[in-house]
Each structure stands twice: as structure tokens, then as C-alpha cells.
């Protein structure tokens, strides 16, 4: 399959969008992405309504710890670089690059979940649980939704790389990668707003 | 193929370049808006405004050229996901303002 | 008991695998069968249709519930159907009608026009459309198991919170109404996505955004409406089953939570869905209409333009039903002016509407009485639509059967009435076979006659302060004439139905073949192409040189469109057992959930990952077909 390509008279700059599968693919993949947009809207629009009601429990101002936040923020969006590095290398069939990369991304994206799963751990022993109140439940609807997208792109990556190891950088799994990179980016800019408007607005306002 | 090759690595710099670069102004918006909350020196009226505006940068420079919208072809999905940002902006600011 | 259905299915089903009930052999017999074949099917021909058969049984079942309530309310004081019964019948006859039945039969007109309108051979993803249907089908199929395991739910279609919270509502019912239609709602989105995709990606040569047919236009913008409003849904359906099962408080009010949150969260959903399945309808009876009146669509852009303004517009007017939250003039007047903003594009439509058959050579079939019927009864419905935007009228008539008349005139004088002209006008495009006249005229004039007299004195009844969602009334307050009139009205309804059901039965059994171009006026692609159309639609892909593509081509002299490609060997996508088997898994959690059995939850969960995986690892490209030349006197 790989062969077939790379002999085609016309090499295409983007692998990805080379066919009329791929097109379709990532159109699709952006459509979702929009939905997920408005996912997340009332996700936040939620949890910043509930934020104050934290029922004598932990409020947002004593719970979080910024140096913590900093770290899975530096982790993340380093992950989003190495994530399209590794398209960059894809679209010059460099599989060994593209390889490296990902897994890269993916070890910082897994440094990410260790780090968020330790926080949340961190919480609960603090009091600030699921069920202690509407601020608890609300926080952790919105970030845990984040972290099982985390989750998900790593095993998804993960899926899409070994098919491309054993079936070459082709049509038909560039746009796979291709797509999944996007949702490694669109996980990033979730986590943009979460800091910002979890994390950081919990020690201002 | 070699010719391809050569082609296609006379084209990376400027690819990868790019894309550190803008990781490189992320950061530093990231840093800003920790820095904004951490010291108390910026006035309390300004932080929340700053934060937004570092937030949103921070966005833009993910979606045009880590999400590759800058490039040709890419109308649909600039235009789709724009409307999904205006549609999510409504209705969190809805139920925010219950 | 329910429970025990259960297992015995899954031992009879074990026993007959056991029992050497399935080897080689017999899998060898499955797959040529017709089941499996309509099963795994991913023709989005043969996905319309059953969208059209699942949703019409929908819309009997949820018609029966209508009729069970209008009987209760016959007679003041009555004791048929009271207090929870009641409750039950009026949540699953709005989610029914609204989800299981509008919806599906929305996608099935989607499914069998959409491609063929564009010049497509096929969706954009066959597969995803497969797995769209099976996710809805089991979502609905799920919900309304609730039925025979514990009880309906009972919370109202819109389930407010408060009300839906354990606390008020023991017992099963909402949570099949949170997981249904959290899986009808997945199904549902995905299929949304993939009509955009194909419209975008999919358009024969020469198929420009304004040359296409006004229903594609109208699928489109519902597609995109689809795809904005129901992750909304998604995340409400989530919390509610975190505060009902994992014990979280997102509505406790109790526990900080708030219950306005999930009237947002509802209508931000909720309002973009009126418009979801009111667009098609408009979409089908600007393609009637101009049909048979033979002339082209007045005003086709300001139509376009008034379809995307609708659709913009939509999502910013959800608030105007929470007028009586009390979130204060400023919100409520905002949200009134861009309630009345979109009368405006409205009346763009039934103003081109009414001009396109003016002085038009119209001919009355069945669609077109519809069509016409439609007009005047959408509306009215439109005007007290304005009347109940007015925040200090709407607290007037606010939860009465004003409200109850209002959206009854817009949900069934305008998207039932439009679904009906479009299930005649395309009916045999996707059977070949052309439904009665005869019985389809008296369909027409039974249901139209039965509903104004069911809910025109609704309306009065509202003003007469009769409030909704209530089973019973008093004597000597003036409510009883109206009602007896209301419920015998319902009589027309269903002797409508039912000569619709005897004429879909009838046709089958003897109905008249039909040709190509079905109605001998067609002015879309659609009607370029044998009745019913082959697998892979257009041996030769048309080319599109203007709007009403066929007929230019008809203007030209032309017989057929001419082609944009030679004939050559098509591809066509593989079946797949994937959808329904994913489909299954969510089901199984779906359940697992809702009898709190962990376990079952779980092992629904894991076959939903194993189909991914499956899907992920399906190199499966498809197979070729070799087309039947039209020239060689292929099949009319």
C-alpha cells in the first residue's frame, strides 16, 4: 500500500487530504470538534455557576495548587507541539520520525493523566468529592470529561500508530493520524480554558 | 523518490519553525496569566479581562497553526467550528448568568 | 419479570448455539439472508427506509398514548387513565413524537432524497449512517422497554429537575428516559454530522451551493443545527443520570445545585430542536410546491437566506421558555425581540410559498394537498407562536392548553403535515410504487378535519385557564364542550392513520409501478434515476448546469441529464455488522444502568470498545460494481 503511493506520478504535500476519504474524514472530524465545542461550553458554563456552592467544604481558593496545575499545563502543551511535529514528519513519510514523536506525545500525555489523577486523589482526601457538593460534582464533571478525553486520545494514538507501523504512512492511515492529532490540539485548548477558568479564576475570584 | 525526499526536507525548517515558534508564544501567554494571578500587582479589575485575552490568543494560535486553519481549503472547517464557538459562548454565558 | 425475559431470551439464544443450531452452514444461510442483508446494510436507500418503518411505528405508538390521554379527558371527572398513568402517558407520547417519531422519519426522508438531490452515489459515511440508526433505534427501542420494566417515566418530555430527581421520582422511569435518549441523542448527532459532510463533499459537477433543491438546503441547515444543539442534550442527560444514580448534585437544590441549570441546558437543546424538525418540512414543501404548481421556486436565494437565518436565530431564543424562571426584563426582553426576529424569515417563506403558486398550473395530488394544507394550519400556529413570545402574555398562558394548542399547530400542522407530503411525493422514488390518490385524498381530508376540531378549541380552553399536564377537570366551569370536541376530533386522526396504514399495505400488495420521473413533473435529480434506484444511484455522475437540474434539461430537450463521467466500474462500500453490534453494546450498558447492575453495564461497555477496535482494525475497502448502461435499455 505504502509503495503505491510514494510511485504515484503526483506526490501530494498533504498526505491527509490526498483522497476523497481523507477529505471526508477530516471535514467530519471538524464538525465534530464543533460539537465538542458546545460540549464543553456547558460543561463550563456549568461548573462556573456552581463554583461558589461549596457547602463548607474546601472552596476553590484553598483547594488548588497552582505549581501542580503549572506542571500538567507545561506537560499538555508541549504534547500539542510534538503531536504536530510528528504530522510534520508524517508528511515526509518519515516513519521513524513520526514515531519518535508520538511517542513523545503520548509519554506526556500519560505524565498529564498521572499528574491529574494525583490531584484528584489529593482532593477527595481533602474532602472535595463527587458527592460532597455542587461545586465538587460540577469540577469534577468538567475536568474528569477532560481527562477521559486524555484517556482516549492516548489509546487512540496508540491504536492508529501500531496500524501505521504495520501498514506504512499511507492514504489510508494518514488521515487517521491526521484526525487524531487534531483531537490531541483540540484536548490542548480544552485545557487552555480549564486553567484559566477553573484554576486560575478559583485564586482570583 | 530522492528528488521528493529533498524536496520535502528543504521544506521543513520553515514548517517546524513556525509551529515552535507559536509554542514558544503559547507558553509565554501561559506564563503571563499564571504570573497575572500569582503577584498582586496587576489591579484586581484587570485580571479576569487579561486572563480571557490570554486565554483566547492562546486558542487562536492552536487552531491556525497547530490545527492547520491557515491553510488553503480550510473554509469549511473555519467556518463550522467558529459557529461552534459562537453557539458555546451564548450558552455558557447563559447559564452563567442564570 | 422483566428481568426474567431477559434471561430466558439469552439462555433460548445459548441453547440453540449449543445445541448445534449454528455452524457453517447456518452461517453461510444468515448471511444471504434478507434479514441479514437489511441488518448490516449500509445503502443509505435501504437506512431511509428503515428510518421511515421505525419511526412510523413510533408514531402509532405515541399516537396511541395521544388517544389514551384525549379519552381520559372526555368526560370531566373521568377515572380511565388517572395520575401517574397520566403522568407516563403525556412524557412518552411528547418524547415519542418528538424524538422516535419526528426525528427518524426526518432522517429517512434525509436519507432516501438527500444524495439522490446532490448527484451522489452515496453519504459521506456509510458506515457512520448505519451505526446513526441502530443507535437510535435501540435508544428508542430502550426507552420504551420502560413500559413493561417498572414504569414509564413520568417527569414530563422535559423532564425538569427537581421533579426528575430521585427524590420525586423513584423508580426507574426517568432513567430510561435519560439513557434512551442519551443513546437515541448519540445516534441521532452522528447522522446529523455525516448529511453535512456529504452535502459539502458529495455535490455532482456543476452542483453549486444555490443550485441546490430547497429540501438539501433545509437538511443541511437542520444537519448543522443537529450538530450544534444536541451536544447540549448530551451534558444535560449526563448530569441528570450522575444526580440520579452516582448520587452528584448537579440539581440538588439542597446541595448548591441549581434546577435552572437544566432548563438551560434543556432548551439551549430544546429550542434548536423545534427548528430541527421544523426546517425539513419547509424544505419538503418548497419541493412540492413547486412541483406542482409547475413553476420554479420564487424568491429560491431569500428562501435560502430565510432557511441559515432561521437556523442562526434559533439558538439564540431558548429563554422564551423560561420567561416565568424570573431571570429578569432585560433577558426576558431580549429574548422576546429575537423570538419575534424570526417571524420575519418565517414569513419570507410562506409569502414565496404562496407566490410560487400563484399563477402556477397546479394539480392536486396527494403532496400537494398537504402542502396546501400545511400553509394556513402553520400559520396559525405561527401567530400565537409571536402572541406567546410577549413575556407578559406568555405569563398568562403559560403552562395552559394554550401552549398545548400552540405547538400541537406547529408540530403537526407543520412538520407532521410536511413529513406526510413528503412521505407521498417521495414514496416512490424509494418503493417504485405510487401510493393511492384515492385513499390518499381522504387520508388528507380525515386528519386535517380531525385536528383542527382536536386542538382549535385548545386554544380556548387555555384561555379558559385549563392548565396542561393535568388528567382530570371539573364540572360547571365551562371546560366540558370543548373537550368533548377536543377528543372527538382525535377520531379523525386516527381513521386518517389508518387509511394511511391501509394504503401503504394496499400499495405493496398491488400498487401501480412507478416510472422514473414518478409525478411527470420532476425538477430535481432525484427523478433522473429509476424508481427505486439502483444501489449506486447514477450509473454516470450528471452534470448540474443550473437549478431544477432536470428540468433544464427538460427545457433543453433533453431526455436525460447528461453525464459528467464515462460509464466505468463503481465502487461501493462493504456491509457491516459493526453498527448493530455497537448499537447492542450500548444497549446492554444503557440497561445495565438503569437495573443498576454494574456488571451488565459493564460488559456493554466492553462489546461497545470491542466494535471500535473492530472498526478501527476493519480494512474492508469495499467491492465494485459493474453499472447497467441506461442506453442499453437498463431497467425504467
Redesign the interface.
Known amino acids: 500500500m505504502a509503495n503505491k503511493v ?1 510511485s504515484s506520478t503526483e ?1 501530494p504535500n ?1 498526505l491527509e ?1 490526498a483522497t476523497f476519504e481523507g477529505k471526508n474524514k ?2 467530519g472530524f ?2 465534530f ?3 465538542e ?2 460540549l ?3 460543561l ?3 461548573y ?2 456552581l463554583r461558589n456552592q461549596s457547602l463548607g467544604g474546601p472552596t476553590t481558593h484553598e483547594l488548588f495548587d ?1 505549581k501542580l496545575v ?1 506542571l500538567a ?2 506537560l499538555l ?2 504534547s ?2 510534538t ?3 510528528a504530522m ?1 514528519k508524517m ?3 518519515s516513519m521513524k520520525g513520526m514515531v519518535t514523536w508520538l511517542v513523545i506525545t503520548l509519554l506526556l500525555g500519560l505524565g498529564f493523566l498521572v499528574l491529574e489523577i494525583y490531584e484528584f486523589q489529593h482532593y477527595v482526601h481533602e474532602g472535595h468529592t463527587f458527592m460532597s457538593s455542587a461545586f465538587g460534582s460540577s469540577f469534577y464533571a468538567l475536568v474528569g470529561t477532560h481527562g477521559a478525553h486524555v484517556t482516549f486520545g492516548i489509546i487512540w494514538i496508540t491504536t492508529i500508530m501500531s496500524q501505521a507501523i504495520r501498514r506504512g504512512i499511507n492514504t489510508d492511515t494518514a488521515p487517521k493520524l491526521f484526525v487524531s492529532s ?1 483531537y490531541w ?2 484536548i ?2 480544552v485545557w ?2 480549564i ?3 477553573v484554576y ?2 478559583g ?3 | ?1 530522492a528528488k ?2 529533498n524536496q ?2 528543504s ?2 525548517p520553515a ?2 519553525m513556525k ?2 515558534l507559536s ?1 514558544v508564544f ?2 509565554a501567554f ?1 506564563a503571563a ?2 504570573f ?3 503577584s498582586d500587582k496587576v489591579p ?1 479589575g484587570w ?2 479581562p487579561l ?2 485575552i ?2 483566547v490568543i ?2 487562536i494560535l ?2 491556525f ?3 492547520h486553519l491557515d ?1 488553503k ?1 480550510s473554509a ?2 473555519t467556518i ?2 467558529v ?16 | 419479570m422483566g428481568t426474567l425475559i431477559v434471561i430466558l431470551v439469552l439462555v433460548l439464544f445459548l441453547a440453540a448455539i449449543f445445541t448445534g443450531g449454528y455452524n457453517k452452514q447456518f452461517q453461510e444461510r444468515v448471511r444471504k439472508s434478507r434479514t441479514w442483508d437489511w441488518l448490516t446494510t449500509v445503502d443509505h436507500k435501504k437506512i431511509g427506509i428503515l428510518y421511515l418503518m421505525a419511526g412510523l411505528v413510533f408514531f402509532i405508538i405515541g399516537g396511541i398514548e395521544a388517544t389514551f390521554m384525549r379519552l381520559q379527558l372526555f368526560v370531566p371527572g373521568n377515572d380511565l387513565f388517572v395520575g401517574r398513568t397520566f403522568n407516563e402517558l403525556l412524557t412518552m407520547h411528547g418524547t415519542t413524537m418528538i424524538f422516535l417519531a419526528a426525528m427518524p422519519m426526518i432522517f429517512a426522508l434525509m436519507n432516501a432524497v438527500v444524495p439522490l438531490q446532490i448527484g451522489a452515489r452515496d453519504v459521506a459515511f456509510p458506515f457512520v449512517n448505519a451505526l446513526g440508526f441502530w443507535l437510535f433505534f435501540s435508544g428508542g427501542l430502550l426507552l420504551n422497554l420502560s413500559w413493561i420494566f417498572g414504569g414509564a417515566p413520568d417527569a414530563g418530555w422535559t423532564s425538569y429537575t427537581g421533579l426528575a430527581l430521585n427524590q420525586y421520582s423513584p423508580g426507574p422511569g426517568v432513567d430510561f428516559y435519560v439513557l434512551g435518549l442519551q443513546i437515541a441523542g448519540i445516534g441521532t448527532l452522528i447522522g446529523g454530522l455525516n448529511f ?1 459532510v456529504t452535502v ?1 463533499n458529495l455535490r455532482a459537477p456543476g452542483m453549486t451551493f444555490l443550485r441546490l433543491p430547497l429540501f438539501t438546503w433545509t437538511a443541511f441547515v437542520t444537519s ?1 443545527l443537529i ?2 444543539a444536541f451536544p ?1 442534550l448530551t451534558v444535560a442527560l449526563l448530569m441528570l443520570m450522575f444526580d440520579r444514580l452516582f448520587g452528584a448534585n448537579f440539581f440538588d437544590y439542597t446541595m448548591g445545585g ?1 434546577t ?2 437544566w432548563e ?2 434543556f432548551w ?1 437543546f430544546g429550542h434548536p430542536e423545534v427548528y430541527i424538525v421544523i426546517l425539513p418540512a419547509f424544505g419538503v414543501m418548497s419541493d412540492v410546491i413547486s412541483t406542482f404548481s409547475k413553476k420554479r421556486l420564487f424568491g429560491y436565494n431569500s428562501m435560502v437566506f430565510a432557511t441559515v437565518l432561521i437556523g442562526f436565530l434559533g ?2 431564543v ?2 422564551h421558555h423560561m420567561f416565568t424562571v424570573g ?1 429578569g426584563p432585560i ?1 426576558n426582553s431580549v429574548f422576546a425581540v429575537a423570538t419575534m426576529a424570526i417571524a420575519v424569515p418565517t414569513g419570507i417563506k410562506v409569502f414565496n410559498w404562496l407566490f410560487t403558486m400563484w399563477g402556477g398550473e397546479i394539480q392536486f395530488k396527494t403532496p400537494m394537498l398537504w402542502a396546501v394544507g400545511f400553509i394556513p394550519t402553520f400559520v396559525m400556529g405561527g401567530m400565537t407562536g409571536v402572541m406567546l413570545a410577549l413575556p407578559p402574555a406568555d405569563f398568562q398562558y403559560q403552562d395552559s392548553y394554550f401552549v398545548v394548542a400552540h405547538f400541537h399547530y406547529v408540530l403537526v400542522g407543520g412538520t407532521v403535515f410536511g413529513l406526510f407530503a413528503g412521505i407521498y411525493y417521495w414514496w416512490p422514488k424509494m418503493f417504485g410504487k405510487l401510493l393511492n390518490e384515492t385513499l390518499g385524498k381522504w387520508h388528507f381530508w380525515t386528519f386535517l378535519i380531525g385536528f383542527h376540531l382536536t386542538f382549535f378549541p385548545q386554544h380556548f380552553l387555555g384561555l379558559f385557564g385549563m392548565p396542561r399536564r393535568v388528567f382530570t377537570y371539573q364540572t360547571n366551569v365551562g371546560l366540558e364542550k370543548l373537550n368533548e370536541l377536543s377528543s372527538i376530533g382525535v377520531a379523525g386522526m386516527v381513521i386518517g392513520t389508518i387509511l394511511f396504514l391501509i394504503n401503504i399495505i394496499y400499495t405493496l400488495r398491488k400498487g401501480k409501478k412507478a416510472k422514473a420521473d414518478a409525478w411527470e413533473l420532476g425538477r430535481t435529480l432525484e427523478w433522473s434515476i429509476p424508481s427505486p434506484p439502483p444501489e449506486y444511484n447514477f450509473a454516470q455522475t450528471p452534470l448540474v448546469r443550473g437549478f431544477d437540474a432536470l428540468w433544464v434539461e427538460k427545457e433543453a430537450g433533453n431526455k436525460s441529464m447528461t453525464p459528467a463521467e464515462p460509464l466505468g466500474s463503481i465502487h461501493m462500500p462493504s456491509p457491516s455488522y459493526i453498527p448493530i453490534l455497537m448499537s447492542l453494546g450500548f444497549f446492554v450498558a444503557g440497561f445495565g444502568f438503569i437495573v443498576r447492575g454494574i456488571p451488565a453495564a459493564a460488559i456493554g461497555l466492553i462489546i461497545v470498545v470491542v466494535s471500535l477496535f473492530l472498526r478501527s482494525f476493519d480494512y474492508d475497502k469495499g467491492y465494485h460494481v459493474e453499472p447497467e448502461d441506461p442506453e442499453k435499455g437498463g431497467k425504467e
Do not use: P
Request: glycine content about 6%; hydrophobic content about 65%; some cysteine.
Open positions: 510514494e506526490m498533504h487530504t477530516v471535514l471538524w464538525l470538534l464543533g460539537a465545542t458546545v464543553f461550553a456547558c463550563f458554563g456549568t462556573l455557576a497552582l503549572a499545563t507545561a502543551l508541549t500539542s507541539l503531536s504536530v511535529l510534520i508528511n515526509q513519510r487534531l490540539h483540540f490542548d485548548v487552555v480554558f486553567f484559566t477558568l486560575l479564576l485564586k482570583v475570584g | 523518490m521528493e525526499n520535502a526536507i521544506q521543513k514548517g517546524a509551529h515552535i509554542f503559547m507558553i501561559t496569566a499564571f497575572v494571578v500569582i484586581s485580571v479576569v486572563l480571557l490570554f486565554a492562546q486558542v492552536q487552531l497553526t497547530f490545527m491553510q481549503g469549511f472547517y463550522f467550528i459557529f461552534g464557538i459562537f453557539v458555546a459562548v451564548i450558552s455558557a454565558v447563559g447559564i452563567l448568568l442564570m | 453535512l459539502i448543522g450538530l450544534f447540549a441549581s435552572v441549570i438551560h441546558l439551549i439558538f439564540m431558548w429563554v431571570l433577558s
